[in-house]
């Protein structure tokens, strides 16, 4: 399993991508959330993939950072299956809002050729809490991540047996869905600035968190590796660093604070 951050940067940033990424497994891909424009579309090639290579997405919440590239996605994609230059289908996954939001994009954003190729060949999929599907040869579960600002859901992936990752959209992981991030191999999960840095940002009026609470969480629920992101922009040339340097204090398993295009494997 690899993961290849296509944004890691939260909804204001301009240095950087929104918060986005593609979970690949056996030569299938797995696309979660697609950014705020149709910068997705260069950030998907700039990875290495073409959009023929992404045939399942999941939008975690409506929030125009995460939401809106996908138009872009249905409407590139609904013209190369027009031209047959498209293999096979695409299926998105999300909550009831999302997928209606969705429709509305598709309704009245798109022409009609490119609409008439959803619910036939592009699949809305309304995922509730607790849904366990199989996407790219493994179980995935979503859950409501009980957002205060607005309906999210993230997901737990089972990838090799007995190996499982967690992501826990752009919030805090409240005390109600803890279990499913307790004991996780690979935790994926926000820190929108460094805990020093938290009277510039102000992450606690966002429903953010910083990079010493979510290593705090991490380290609590025994989880073995974290990956930091939906982060602020400012000095991405010393990102690394300096949120590894707080991390370290707070967390003892490993820690990565990625950039955008780079991969890992897990």
């Not at 939260?10 to 929104?18: G, K, R």
């Not at 409240?174 to 805990?195: M, N, P, R």
């Not at 992101?229 to 400012?234: A, I, V």
Request: proline share 2%.
């Amino acid at each position: 399993m690899k993961i290849t951050m296509l944004g890691t940067g939260n909804a204001l940033v301009t240095e950087c991508f929104n918060t986005c990424f593609i979970l690949s497994s056996n030569g299938n891909n797995f696309m979660i959330d697609s950014g705020g424009g149709n910068v997705i579309l260069h950030q998907i090639k700039h990875a290495g993939f073409s959009l023929d290579d992404i045939h399942d997405i999941f939008i975690t919440h409506s929030h125009i950072d995460h939401l809106l590239g996908i138009i872009w996605v249905i409407r590139i994609s609904a013209q190369l299956m027009n031209r047959n230059k498209f293999s096979g289908d695409i299926n998105i996954y999300s909550h009831d809002e999302v997928i209606s939001l969705i429709n509305d994009f598709v309704e009245k954003l798109l022409l009609p050729y490119q609409a008439a190729f959803v619910g036939k060949r592009i699949h809305l999929h309304t995922v509730n809490d607790g849904d366990k599907i199989n996407i790219i040869g493994h179980d995935v579960k979503f859950f409501d991540i009980h957002s205060e600002r607005t309906k999210q859901f993230g997901f737990v992936m089972n990838y090799d047996s007995d190996k499982y990752l967690t992501f826990c959209g752009d919030e805090p992981c409240c005390s109600q869905c803890e279990h499913y991030v307790k004991g996780t191999d690979w935790l994926i999960h926000e820190a929108f600035c460094l805990y020093s840095q938290r009277e510039i940002f102000k992450p606690y009026e966002k429903h953010h968190s910083t990079v010493k609470d979510t290593c705090e969480l991490a380290e609590r629920l025994s989880v073995k590796n974290l990956i930091l992101t939906h982060t602020e922009d400012s000095d991405l040339q010393n990102r690394r660093k300096l949120y590894t340097e707080e991390a370290v204090n707070y967390f003892n398993g490993n820690v990565f604070i990625p950039c955008d295009l780079e991969t890992l494997t897990l």
